[in-house]
């Protein structure tokens, strides 16, 4: 692969975004062969979406030999026509393997009956770093590559490792650990399972989703650090997996001061251990009403976190606060459909 054609997305990417980015010239030796590394490990990932505010590509990290991706847990991953593109422009089928949602990570696997032999990421080395390490940040960012072309290579420093606030009204974060937060616009639409490395190419991190400060209309730049997702990883791929959320652990107290009545739903009864989220009745007038949802809708995320039952959306809805914006995803036979809502004052 040759400069020229590394150099073409960076360009593609300065017109968006600024002045973030380096020409591949200006960086040092080191910097270049990080770049070189990583790309063949960078993959494009197509699926769910493609409807108003739900996209339908995303990117990830290959992490074995034989095909084993991690990427971000997200609406695109929920579709049996999932798609991965590698660096060199083949295109296979892929499925998911398992999930970890509190960690935001998702493994999938490509679909092969060939030894495919893969270059892939040593996650297992668990390198980290502090304030005022420069960073590289790799995703398919706005899906700049579809086929052969590069990923999209940003540039940037650590400003911290801290956690985010999971409240509602703070940032909008289903991850409850600590961040890289990264002075680089590396969050934008697509870059989710991209990867920030050093310069002198130690894997760091996983670029996290799109979150905003609902309060101050901010913007943060973030990703998981990888000492973190490892170990889950490593259990996905090697199938020892258990889930945090069937580990029995007691879950805190919430105040739910919404519920999903608020917004005009009524779901079908909760009867189950696991009753899915599915919509009985969507009250006339109300807001789910004028946004299009319909009796027999599976609520399927809350603001990027998985409803796996009534009982998780009525948590989810009961962590809101007055004048968020939640956005909901459905299920609606076979097509995913995302609407926003303003969630209305408290009743006192």
């Not at 009525?314 to 076979?334: C, P, Y």
Request: charge should be neutral; aromatic fraction near 6%; charged fraction near 25%.
């Amino acid at each position: 692969m040759n400069q020229a054609k590394l150099i073409k997305p960076v360009l593609i990417c300065i017109c968006l975004l600024g002045a973030l980015l380096v020409p591949l010239h200006r960086l040092d030796a080191s910097s270049r062969e990080t770049i070189q590394y990583a790309l063949p490990r960078l993959v494009k990932i197509f699926g769910a979406g493609g409807v108003k505010n739900l996209y339908g590509y995303s990117s990830g990290f290959l992490v074995s030999p034989e095909g084993h991706i991690a990427t971000i847990w997200s609406p695109v991953l929920d579709t049996d026509q999932l798609s991965v593109v590698l660096h060199d422009g083949r295109r296979f089928e892929a499925e998911v393997l398992g999930a970890e949602p509190h960690l935001d990570l998702a493994i999938i696997k490509l679909k092969s009956e060939r030894d495919l032999n893969l270059p892939y990421f040593n996650y297992e080395e668990k390198a980290t770093a502090g304030a005022g390490t420069r960073i590289l940040g790799f995703s398919n960012m706005f899906r700049v590559a579809t086929g052969d072309e590069p990923v999209s290579v940003l540039h940037g420093v650590i400003e911290a490792r801290t956690d985010l606030p999971r409240r509602r009204g703070a940032f909008e974060l289903s991850y409850t650990g600590d961040v890289y937060v990264v002075d680089a616009i590396t969050n934008n639409p697509g870059a989710a399972g991209g990867v920030i490395m050093t310069y002198d190419g130690k894997l760091l991190g996983m670029i996290g989703k799109q979150v905003r400060n609902a309060k101050t209309n901010t913007w943060v730049n973030y990703s998981l650090p990888i000492d973190v997702l490892s170990k889950s990883i490593r259990q996905i791929v090697t199938g020892k997996f258990e889930s945090s959320e069937d580990q029995n652990e007691p879950e805190p107290s919430i105040v739910e001061r919404y519920k999903p009545i608020d917004f005009g739903l009524v779901m079908v009864p909760d009867v189950l251990f696991r009753t899915p989220a599915f919509i009985d009745t969507v009250l006339p007038g109300s807001q789910v009403a004028q946004a299009g949802l319909k009796p027999d809708d599976l609520v399927v995320f809350v603001n990027d976190e998985l409803i796996k039952s009534c009982k998780t959306l009525k948590s989810e809805l009961g962590k809101l606060e007055a004048g968020d914006t939640v956005r909901l995803v459905v299920r609606r036979e076979n097509q995913l459909v995302a609407v926003e809502l303003q969630v209305p004052p408290e009743k006192k």
